[in-house]
């Protein structure tokens, strides 16, 4: 079994900056894909960002240009750097990993950002 287990969530103001990050551990192999996802109250859980074991990332729109994925192959952790914050990024962010060769997903138990106006 993996677990992924997420740190770096919190409440910042409207502007500020939060680092999340994601940590992998036990029956590993092979880590391909990494993302965050994100679900508001009453709404779907949505794509935030992925990254590919070759270091290609996919951003959702609305955070383009402001969140930046990346990646440590060594440590099987994934990280979201997320700058110029606003209220509608608030939600509980969930981790994302595709393991080994069959690709099983795991999800991380979330953390919450809460950013104020």
């Known amino acids: 079994q993996v677990q992924l287990v997420e740190s770096g969530g919190g409440l910042v103001q409207a502007g500020g900056s939060l680092r999340l990050s994601c940590a992998a551990s036990?029956?590993?192999?092979?880590?391909?894909?990494m993302g965050w996802y994100r679900q508001a109250p009453g709404k779907q859980r949505e794509l935030v960002a992925t990254i590919t074991s070759g270091g290609s990332t996919n951003y959702a729109d609305s955070v383009k240009g402001r969140f930046t994925i990346s990646r440590d192959n060594a440590k099987n952790t994934v990280y979201l750097q997320m700058n110029s914050l606003k209220p509608e990024d608030t939600a509980v962010y969930y981790c994302n990993a595709g393991v080994d060769d069959r690709n099983y997903n795991y999800w991380g138990q979330g953390t919450q950002i809460t950013v104020s106006s």
């Open positions: 036990g029956s590993i192999s092979s880590i391909n894909a």
